[in-house]
């Protein structure tokens, strides 16, 4: 899953984007820890960037993330992704351990903080409006890199940005689900400091590295 969002550098994001003919896209103070149900700028097409809440809300079930197969599952979400799927720019995102993936990750206070080298990355989503008329999105998860796997079993469905106008502008489900595969470039990963535990923790103090080391952590990242 995707628990937390990064959006440091706006203006870095924003020249990437303009770079894909994607000139709309706002320059924001720096987020360092975006928790669901946060507003966020999210690109609908070359010409619509919108502010739109993490979080669909599915009747009395809300979540901030979908799974790439729970859609391929249901006829109403892949009508979602066909006809209302969005762009999600961020620098970074964090991941919190799961003992399920690996037992001894039970009782260790450890967060990740992931990037890509150039730390600016675009998220797949899918949107929709509520009973209220917001716009609502959800981050698009699916399998894991060989890396994320040794500590958790879910990832964003990351979209490269030569593959973004393909993401933006296909037609048909089979195509969109091909760029739903796992990520197999570079990311960063890193442990980073427990203050990102806290929503209301907003500095840069969030993505710091901490203490403990990926190598004292037995992670091959």
């Not at 799974?67 to 109403?76: C, L, Y």
Request: hydrophobic share 40%; with cysteine.
């Amino acid at each position: 899953m995707c628990g937390r969002l990064n959006v440091h550098d706006s203006p870095l994001i924003r020249r990437m984007l303009t770079d894909l003919g994607i000139d709309l896209f706002p320059e924001r103070p720096p987020r360092y820890n975006i928790a669901p149900t946060a507003m966020l700028d999210v690109v609908v097409s070359e010409h619509d960037v919108r502010t739109m809440q993490w979080s669909i809300e599915f009747g009395e079930f809300r979540h901030p993330n979908t799974k790439v197969e729970t859609i391929k599952r249901k006829p109403f979400l892949e009508k979602l992704l066909l006809t209302q799927r969005c762009l999600v720019p961020v620098n970074r995102f964090y991941e919190w351990p799961d003992p399920k993936v690996r037992p001894q990750w039970k009782g260790i206070k450890t967060r990740f903080c992931i990037h890509t080298p150039s730390d600016v990355m675009f998220l797949a989503g899918i949107y929709k409006k509520n009973q209220a008329g917001v716009d609502q999105f959800n981050v698009l998860t699916t399998d894991p890199t060989a890396a994320i796997t040794e500590f958790h079993h879910r990832m964003p469905v990351i979209i490269a940005p030569a593959r973004v106008p393909e993401w933006l502008h296909a037609k048909t489900v089979g195509d969109l689900y091909a760029l739903t595969e796992p990520y197999r470039d570079e990311l960063v990963i890193y442990p980073c400091d427990r203050a990102v535990d806290n929503a209301r923790n907003q500095g840069p103090q969030c993505m710091a590295p901490s203490d403990a080391s990926p190598t004292q952590l037995g992670l091959h990242v």
